[in-house]
């Protein structure tokens, strides 16, 4: 068996999530090689040749590449896949905004199943992951040849980024497929870590009553804990946060050291995005809010005056 995972990275360097995948690709049992698609990519790919566990990485280079469109992304999957021999057993995607994108592309391509979000690899076509929102978690046995998987990396620790010795192998670029172009991007950049990669999260939800207040009361506790900042869905909803900032099920999932939730009631939707923090802190008013029965410490007050105090005194 040998296990085929998609690469996140900058050309540069390789992203956290990629190294949480490796991870679940080594439980999967037999060889892990790691695909590098992009332009200029030969820093990631080395990067990639250090990751613990990987045996091979395999670096296509070409114009195709340069922007990760899921159409030729995609294509390069299923061109090493038709390639390979005896082929691939499994072909492993973060469960990312860019991984969800190209997974669905290849499975349906080789008209295999996808297995979504496993936390949990049981055996080589045997899988964990989460449904309804969290609260009950599948068993999943596939009998496709080939599985395609998204891996939810809260699920699986980070493999290490060295002490890896893999051969890196070039590989032709798969031509574009001319079904999407790359028209611009607006990248809204901080000096905040990143949300999913962050060690301390402080989120804020919509009994924050609006962006000032969501900047005023959020922000300096953010600050001073050197933290990511996350909302509730209604809180980006109500305009109060920007969309990229949103945890939950249909936002970002993430399992910090610390996660504060300000004014979050705890819906089950966001929940599932948050509740394998490792210490949550919930602050709010209501004793009922649901967000108290996941909450390791927490504060019944009014955020309004409790945050500003914990400012204060840090």
């Known amino acids: 068996m040998t296990s085929l995972v998609i ?30 698609a992009g332009v200029g990519a030969a820093a990631a790919a080395a990067a990639a040749a250090q990751i613990a566990g990987v045996s091979k990485v395999i670096h296509a280079d070409g114009a195709s590449l340069k922007n990760g469109l899921a159409e030729n992304v995609a294509a390069q999957v299923l061109a ?5 021999a005896p082929g691939y057993s499994h072909i492993l995607f973060p469960a990312t905004a860019g991984g969800k994108n190209v997974a669905p592309r290849v499975a349906a391509t080789l008209d295999v199943a996808q297995i979504s979000d496993t936390t949990k690899v049981v055996s080589a076509d045997t899988f964990e992951r989460p449904i309804y929102a969290g609260n ?11 599985k395609v998987i998204t891996v939810r990396t809260t699920g699986f620790d980070a493999a290490a980024a060295t002490g890896g010795s893999a051969a890196v192998e070039t590989v032709a670029a798969a031509a574009d497929a001319g079904k999407s172009r790359f028209v611009g991007s607006e990248i809204a950049r901080n000096d905040r870590p990143e949300l999913t990669a962050a060690k301390i999260i402080v989120s804020g939800g919509r009994a924050l009553g609006s962006a000032e207040k969501f900047a005023q009361v959020i922000t300096p506790l953010a600050d001073r804990l050197g933290a990511a900042i996350g909302a509730s869905r209604a809180a980006v909803d109500a305009g ?23 004014g979050i009631s705890g819906a089950i939707q966001h929940l599932a995005g948050m509740k394998d923090s490792t210490v949550i802190v919930a602050i709010n008013k209501d004793p009922e809010a649901p967000i108290f029965s996941v909450a390791d410490y927490g504060l019944e007050a009014d955020l309004f005056t409790a945050v500003p105090e914990w400012v204060g005194a840090a």
Do not use: R
């Not at 090493?80 to 390979?84: F, H």
């Open 136 to 146: 009950a978690i599948a068993t999943v046995q596939s009998g496709d040849a080939t």
């Open 7 to 36: 690469a996140e990275h900058d050309n540069a360097s390789i992203k956290p999530a990629t190294l949480n995948t490796v991870t679940a690709a080594v439980a999967c049992g037999g060889d892990v090689h790691v695909l590098v």
């Open 240 to 262: 109060y946060a920007a969309n990229d900032l949103q945890v939950g099920q249909t936002g970002k999932i993430v399992a910090p050291q610390l996660y504060i939730a300000a």
């Open 80 to 84: 090493l896949v038709g390639n390979s």
